[in-house]
């Protein structure tokens, strides 16, 4: 067996004992925070007119699609999606407690 390098003192032994487990404390970050969208509580004339003019034409049309394609909170898009069929513009795909899927009326 070869021979060890130079031995340490039993005072060094201690000393990097105690500076080693003694880093820096970890931070905690504080969290990613997501950005507050600020959509629209009622139709203007202007979101109305694109609601009517756009949404037809879309394939899948759901609350959550209006929401966020027209900046308008979810139960705005609920009460748009009621208008459009009963219109007659768009047409039910699938009914859920949970999700409503519609799409664009077509001459079927």
Do not use: C
Not at 39 to 50: E, I
Not at 76 to 83: C, G, P, Q, S, V
Request: charged content about 35%.
């Amino acid at each position: 067996m070869p021979p060890k390098g130079e031995q340490k003192t039993k005072e060094a032994k201690a000393m990097a004992a105690a500076n080693s487990g003694k880093g820096k404390k970890k931070k905690w970050s504080k969290g990613k925070q997501k950005e507050k969208v600020n959509n629209a509580v009622s139709f203007d004339k202007a979101t109305y007119d694109k609601m009517m003019n756009d949404v037809p034409t879309y394939r899948m049309i759901t609350p959550s699609v209006l929401s966020d394609r027209l900046r308008i909170n979810g139960s705005l898009a609920r009460k748009a999606i009621r208008e459009l069929v009963e219109k007659g513009i768009i047409r039910e795909v699938a009914k859920h407690s949970k999700q409503q899927i519609y799409t664009r009326a077509t001459n079927k």
